[in-house]
């Protein structure tokens, strides 16, 4: 099955419906904070848990107390898909950062 890249305007109101998620050129993205270094650790661990799950891997950066996740679809020509935003859904759904 082929998987399409969206259009501006399918990209544009799946980002609305996601919070703080932004398109950077041909990729979604979201920089999470964190109280400490090692929390930020935890919460990359659990995001490739579910990226393996979901067989749609991101690039992450794993910085001081903060992580920064970029999905777009190879499949698709390196370009934003619905997988990237239901991929952004489930990681926003692990319900990071923990207080």
């Known amino acids: 099955m082929a998987i399409s890249a969206l259009s501006d305007a399918e990209i ?3 980002l609305n ?4 998620w932004e398109r950077e050129d041909n ?3 979201k ?4 109280t400490s ?3 930020g650790i935890a919460f990359a661990s659990a995001v ?10 991101p690039d992450l950066l794993i910085g001081w107390r903060k992580v920064t ?8 020509g390196n370009q934003i898909s619905q997988r990237d ?3 952004a859904r489930a990681v926003d759904a692990l319900g990071y950062p923990k207080a």
Do not use: C
Not at 31 to 34: A, C, L, P, S
């Open 12 to 14: 544009s109101e799946g």
């Open 17 to 20: 419906t996601l919070n703080g």
């Open 27 to 29: 990729h979604i993205t």
């Open 31 to 34: 920089t999470y904070k964190f």
């Open 37 to 39: 270094y090692l929390a």
């Open 48 to 57: 490739g848990v579910v990226a393996e799950g979901l067989d749609h891997h």
């Open 69 to 76: 996740i970029r999905f777009s679809t190879h499949d698709a």
């Open 85 to 87: 935003l239901e991929a």
